[in-house]
T-cell receptor, first 116, second 110 residues
Framework: DTEVTQTPKHLVMGMTNKKSLKCEQH?????MYWYKQKAKKPPELMFV???????INESVPSRFSPECPNSSLLNLHLHALQPEDSALYLC???????????????FGPGTRLTVL | QKEVEQNSGPLSVPEGAIASLNCTYS??????FFWYRQYSGKSPELIMF????GDKEDGRFTAQLNKASQYVSLLIRDSQPSDSATYLC??????????FGAGTRLTVKP
């Protein structure tokens, strides 16, 4: 089973709202990722958690706040977003994220976010 | 110079033909290389990975890696209309940071 689930599938929020995106995997993976993908662009890495610790933060604005409550769950808390933050937010997981040569990332279906 | 470069396409091939997708990367320390397929509005789906020089075959797909030339490719044999999608080349560095190319849009015409 290589399933990564994400909720909600679609989210529309105002610039003053607070919302959260959720990601879950039950493959025993110890690394989880958040990516942002704009239309006709490749995914851009935002955050990496490895063994529930934040290991990479790609200079993402503080209005995006990641949280990894346990090895199966990853959240992305959103606050005071801008319209340009509208995008597809993808979660991925991999075996350990420790830099092993082949540490394949499997993607969830994504959350389509629209900021009004 | 972009870290991972791909021809954006569109690449159009007739059904049954071989589609050839190319990717170059700039970081010589890159360790592993992935091809993902992404249908419009969907998330990326892993097709293959490769980390040793040479060819790796899986069904109709063959990945080729040449680390000296910093080049990786994907061949799709007997292309089908269902192969029409954007193909993303991804390169992983030793710090587990993975970078994607801009993707090549492939259209297979019946």
């Amino acid at each position: 089973d290589t399933e990564v689930t994400q909720t909600p599938k679609h989210l529309v929020m105002g610039m003053t709202n607070k919302k959260s995106l959720k990601c879950e995997q039950h493959m025993g993976h110890r690394a989880m990722y958040w990516y942002k993908q704009k239309a006709k662009k490749p995914p851009e890495l935002m955050f990496v958690y490895s063994y529930e610790k934040l290991s990479i933060n790609e200079s993402v604005p503080s209005r995006f706040s990641p949280e990894c409550p346990n090895s199966s769950l990853l959240n992305l808390h959103l606050h005071a977003l801008q319209p340009e933050d509208s995008a597809l937010y993808l979660c991925a997981s991999s075996q350990d994220g420790q830099g092993a040569s082949v540490d394949t990332q499997y993607f969830g279906p994504g959350t389509r976010l629209t900021v009004l | 110079q972009k870290e991972v470069e791909q021809n954006s396409g569109p690449l159009s091939v007739p059904e049954g033909a071989i589609a050839s997708l190319n990717c170059t990367y700039s970081d010589r320390g890159s360790q592993s290389f992935f091809w993902y397929r992404q249908y419009s509005g969907k998330s990326p789906e892993l097709i293959m990975f490769i980390y040793s020089n040479g060819d790796k075959e899986d069904g109709r797909f063959t990945a080729q890696l040449n680390k000296a030339s910093q080049y990786v490719s994907l061949l799709i044999r007997d292309s089908q209309p269902s192969d029409s999608a954007t193909y993303l080349c991804a390169v992983k560095r030793d710090n587990n940071d993975m970078r994607f190319g801009a993707g090549t849009r492939l259209t297979v015409k019946p």
